[in-house]
């Protein structure tokens, strides 16, 4: 069985904490109102380029491992400037 390095678990928590350094850092100001579009965009680029990579830049494969449309990718890949 091969042995994953970073769990489930261990994403959430990644995420909690750049949550938890974004809230510090507002030093009193208000959130932005598309916060989940933020984070979204912020997770959804490196998530495609790792993927991507990963199956060493073939998009069917790719859709594939993240359960999506090979066309959602695309559009996906479109909307963040990814070749």
Same mark, same amino acid.
Request: charged fraction near 25%; hydrophobic fraction near 35%; include cysteine.
């Given at each position: ?31 932005? +109102? %598309? ?5 979204? &965009?912020?997770?959804? @680029?490196?998530? *495609? ?13 790719? +859709? %594939? ?5 090979? &066309?959602?990718?695309? @559009?996906?890949? *479109? ?5």
């Amino acid at each position: 069985m091969i042995e994953h390095p970073i769990n489930e678990n261990d994403m959430a928590r990644y995420v909690r904490q750049a949550l938890s350094e974004y809230f510090q850092h507002l030093d009193g100001e208000q959130p932005s +109102s %598309e916060l989940y579009d933020m984070v979204m &965009n912020c997770v959804e @680029k490196p998530l *495609l380029e790792m993927v991507l990579a990963h199956a060493g830049g073939k998009q069917t494969r790719a +859709s %594939e491992i993240l359960g999506i449309n090979r &066309n959602t990718l695309r @559009k996906k890949m *479109l909307q963040h400037g990814i070749e």
